[in-house]
């Protein structure tokens, strides 16, 4: 029997969709029904009840690339026309390379979509249960390092999914990354679908991993499939993995709906079989994977390009909050020392890439490098932080801004320490379990808790600890519950203050955690770097 949600899904379609916006943006918001609110997500439109009249606006940004002169206008440009003439004079950056636009009255909602439409940006699909935003490494094409420049590919599967509405009804949402660099700077391990690079026979192509995520449900590292596929068929095993989920996924019980759930159905052998029989090719068995087994790369700072004349800037943005003046400062930098592009991390970060080498000197003393800092303090420099509950009806504290106290406290008392000893420690903070910050993926991570003290509500976390990053590490683990945000960093502090002064000369944090008993450690976390026939 069909849910009420797949019936809402089964019945409507984009052009109904688009219908429903142009009629509530003469009619008024507040008509927009339960139902309706629910299928605008389709175009990336949410109602915020926490903002009533305000609507937010999350924006597909492909592989965090936002393109100069794509139909002669800047893509960054736009978005600040956008922020400046309908909203607040800011933009978040997310986790997934998107931006998301806030404070956007519904009746202006259809002309900010037309004018993203212009500039090649699009916001379908960015919400309910879609695929979202495809991400990849923030510099594919210029790593000096990179094995596969993977944006063609991006775009290539991109195009493939956006406007089709056979994959704008899946039975929840799906991630996917798709990685040429050896950093794993993307998060291959919590993607629902993610591609490595990987080399067998002296062939370079990818290995091909499914089924990790973060939610309320828990943690789940990514199954290895034990297959390498050539860049040219990419895009098929991702299309069709996609099809088995929406055939097969469940629709009757939304809490186990994600495609870790189906892999845990019919495990992973299973799985691979099913797959195998709906390509039009047979899949090799894995190769030598290629990502290194160490922490990834965050961009930021200066780095050197394939090209050795050239160089990228990697920017910190603390919490992803751009504000206007920010951005306008960025697309003079991106134009002046650049070609006008800007890309974005998932770290909530920003890149400007293609800067001669022999204007560094000039680049370091722009004004706004002291908001967006190219050599950021330590834990400022690991911060992510998800929306919180200025906005979101599901945070339960306003994550953005405890996060940059937290992050502010900590560099503070023990930042100098924790630069020389461990080079930083990354700070990762959702408001509530939905884990939309990453927070299990954070060697500190904060999922947002409101509890009573004195008889006062108060914002509190429970704090989890010693998660190490990519495909050889783990999940951080639940260290302290129900800590009021007060109490919080004086306990970090302490536990920092040990791991320094105890740990061995090449020990993690998260290496020292589970010899100190801090955390278990659970093995079963360990997605180990598989060497196929």
């Known amino acids: 029997m069909a849910t009420k949600v797949e019936e809402l899904k089964a019945n409507t379609s984009f052009e109904e969709i688009w219908s429903k916006i142009l009629h509530y943006g003469k009619s008024g918001w507040e008509q927009i029904t339960n139902d309706d609110a629910q299928l605008l997500k389709y175009y990336g439109v949410y109602l915020r009840k926490k903002t ?37 004079d800011f933009l978040d950056i997310t986790t997934r390379q998107s931006i998301q636009l806030r404070w956007v009255k519904f009746e202006d909602v259809p002309e900010a979509l037309g004018k993203l439409n212009k500039v090649g940006l699009t916001s379908m699909q960015t919400g309910f249960d879609n695929i979202r935003n495809i991400t990849t490494c923030p510099v594919a094409g210029l790593g000096a390092s990179e094995v596969i420049d993977t944006r063609a590919i991006v775009k290539e599967v991109h195009e493939a999914l956006i406007g089709n509405w056979k994959y704008a009804n899946l039975p929840r949402k799906l991630n996917i990354t798709i990685i040429g660099c050896k950093d794993d700077c993307t998060h291959a391990e919590i993607n629902d679908i993610s591609f490595t690079p990987a080399e067998k026979n002296g062939v370079v192509g990818f290995h091909v991993w499914i089924g990790g995520g973060l939610g309320p449900w828990g943690t789940q590292k990514s199954w290895f499939l034990d297959s390498f596929v050539k860049e040219e068929q990419v895009k098929e095993v991702c299309l069709r993995i996609i099809d088995l ?35 039009s090719f047979k899949l090799e068995k894995g190769g ?12 930021i700072g200066i780095h050197p390009q394939n090209n050795r004349n050239y160089v990228y800037a990697g920017m910190n943005v603390v919490t992803g909050r ?23 991390t998932t770290d909530q970060n920003i890149i400007i890439p293609n800067v001669k080498k022999d204007r560094i000197p000039e680049f370091k003393n722009e004004a706004v ?4 800092s190219i050599n950021p303090s330590p834990f400022n420099r690991g911060l992510i932080a998800c929306t919180g509950n200025t906005f979101c009806p599901f ?24 630069l020389k000893a461990a080079g930083g420690l990354t700070i990762h903070a959702s408001g509530c379990p939905n884990s939309c910050g990453n927070p299990h993926t954070g060697q500190i991570g904060i999922i947002g808790k409101k509890i009573k003290l004195n008889g006062k509500p ?31 960093g004086p306990l970090l502090v302490e536990i920092i203050k040990r791991f320094i002064a105890e740990k061995y000369e090449e020990e993690t944090f998260r290496e020292w955690c589970i010899r100190s008993g801090e955390i278990k450690g659970d093995t079963k976390e360990f997605a180990p770097m598989l060497i196929g026939e």
Request: net charge negative.
């Open 245 to 279: 989920y929406s055939e097969f996924g469940n629709r009757e019980k939304r809490n186990k709906a994600r495609l870790k759930f189906l892999i845990d159905e019919w495990g992973i052998d299973a799985f691979k079989d099913r797959l195998q029989s709906i390509l």
């Open 288 to 299: 030598e994977e290629l990502t290194n087994p160490h922490p990834q790369s965050d961009h």
């Open 52 to 88: 009533p009249g305000y609507f937010m606006i999350r924006v597909r940004v492909p592989g965090g690339i936002l393109e100069n002169g794509k139909f002669t206008v800047s893509q960054l440009k736009v978005l600040a026309e956008i922020v400046e003439k309908y909203g607040r």
């Open 458 to 488: 108060v914002e509190a976390a429970d704090l989890y600890l010693g998660a190490e990053h990519g495909l050889n590490g783990g999940f951080n683990e639940l260290w302290k519950a129900r800590v009021p945000f007060n109490d919080a």
């Open 369 to 372: 490098l002291s908001e967006l």
């Open 395 to 418: 945070a339960l504290i306003d994550t953005k801004t405890r996060a940059k106290e937290l992050a502010d406290y900590l560099d503070e008392k023990i930042g100098n320490q924790v």
């Open 322 to 344: 751009l504000y206007l003046t920010q951005i306008r400062e960025l697309i003079c930098m991106a134009e002046e020392y650049g070609n006008g592009e800007v890309r974005l």
